[in-house]
């Protein structure tokens, strides 16, 4: 009498589990590997006080890969002046947004945004930073962190600027800074009464958006009373956003300000292979073909390249010859395209790991199907 196997022994089910084990070659990684930005090292403040450079001041770069080492500098001059900054870290230069500055002659209050990348960072460990300005200061602040995740080819996704000397009683950006889906948003403040040594009041602390747990604020008076924020966005947007980081209701009304902000770009994602596994049936006795289908799909950032699928055939049943074949997400194993068992560079082959198939390059978002089938041995 024939016997019938059923789902009872969960033997299709097992055969799902150990047929077409997925391997990763070169580009392929893990979903647990796909990059986002981190902020492994908090804003420290590196210098506040009057002179114009901060001297040579220990820092500590946190491990990571991708990471960029942001410094933020606020300054309020004596006089109106044009404004320079320059800085390094561990004698490698640091790079100044230009996008980010305000370099016109007319105004005491500027703020600036440097960086450095990871090819120019040591391994972790503290460090010597620098930052040095031109002109007699009354005040200057810098603040650092260090973000992971970063893009090293263009790290920086937008830059925004604003820089107000006239008589204010709120600030913003105007327009607003853009922030990119999965971009982080850096922002620097620096508000300055301009004329009296009336204590700035009515700050938000932090602004619509920003993170009240990643800031550092300072405020004080040198010469005129001043209030600086530099502060990380508070969660990476999933879409484009914008902020505008006001300040309004503030007092007194005769505030001078400048804002500087960027977006950091997350850097790419790497490939990720979806693998979903099915047979044509769901019982079977012995001397039934079973057709599986196997589908891929990269839901990664990147290109998969030497994607490898690699089947195991189980010791209760047989490959059978000549049932390879390759098709798209759309395609059926009648409509898929036949391959051949030899290693003859048709993608496919069986070999003495088993069933072979090797898809050509996966675009992001791209996907297949492949097929072969088994049968269940007497």
């Known amino acids: 009498m024939a016997r019938t196997l059923t789902r009872k022994p969960g ?22 590997a796909q990059a986002v930005i981190t902020q492994p090292g908090g804003w420290a403040e590196i210098y506040n006080g009057t002179a114009n450079t901060t001297g040579s001041v220990s820092y500590n770069v946190p491990a990571g890969s991708g990471r960029i080492l942001v410094v933020t500098v606020a300054t309020t001059s004596a006089s109106n002046v044009s404004y320079t900054t320059t800085g390094s870290y561990n004698g490698a230069s640091l790079t100044r947004i230009g996008g980010a500055s305000d370099d016109t002659s007319s105004q005491r209050q500027h703020t600036a945004i440097l960086y450095i990348l990871e090819a120019s960072l040591p391994a972790s460990g503290p460090y010597s930073l620098s930052v040095t300005t031109g002109g007699t200061l009354q ?28 008589d204010n009683s709120s600030a913003s950006f105007s ?52 209030w600086i924020g530099t502060y990380s966005y508070g969660s990476l947007p999933s879409s484009t956003t914008t902020s ?22 997350m850097g790419a994602l790497p490939p990720h292979i979806a693998l979903t596994k099915s047979a044509d049936i769901t019982s079977a006795k012995p001397g039934t073909v079973i057709t599986f289908t196997a589908y891929y799909h990269n839901t990664g950032g990147a290109a998969a390249y030497s994607l490898v699928l690699l089947d195991t055939v189980p010791p209760y049943m047989t490959y059978v010859p000549g049932s390879l074949r390759m098709g798209s997400a759309a395609s059926t194993y009648t409509t898929a395209t036949l391959k051949t068992d030899a290693a003859d560079g048709d993608e496919a082959e069986v070999g003495g790991s088993g069933p072979t198939f090797r898809p050509a390059t ?14 269940i041995n007497p």
């Open 11 to 32: 033997l299709i089910d097992h055969i799902l589990r150990t047929c077409l084990v997925l391997a990763f070659v070169l580009l392929c990684l893990p979903e647990a």
């Open 362 to 375: 996966v675009a992001v978002n791209g996907d297949g199907k492949v097929y072969l089938q088994m049968k």
């Open 139 to 166: 005040h200057m602040s810098v603040f650092a962190a260090t973000f992971a995740g970063v893009d090293q080819t263009s790290p920086i996704d937008t830059t925004q600027k604003r820089a107000v000397s006239s």
């Open 244 to 265: 505008t980081a006001t300040e309004s209701g503030l007092s007194p009304s005769n505030l001078w300000y400048s804002y500087a902000g960027i977006g950091l770009k």
């Open 175 to 226: 327009p607003a800074l853009t922030i990119n889906a999965n971009a982080q948003g850096v922002f620097i403040g620096n508000i300055y009464n301009r004329n009296n040594t009336t204590t700035i009041t009515g700050i938000t602390d932090p602004p619509s958006g920003w993170s009240a747990s990643s800031r550092l604020v300072r405020s004080g008076t040198s010469t005129r009373p001043y």
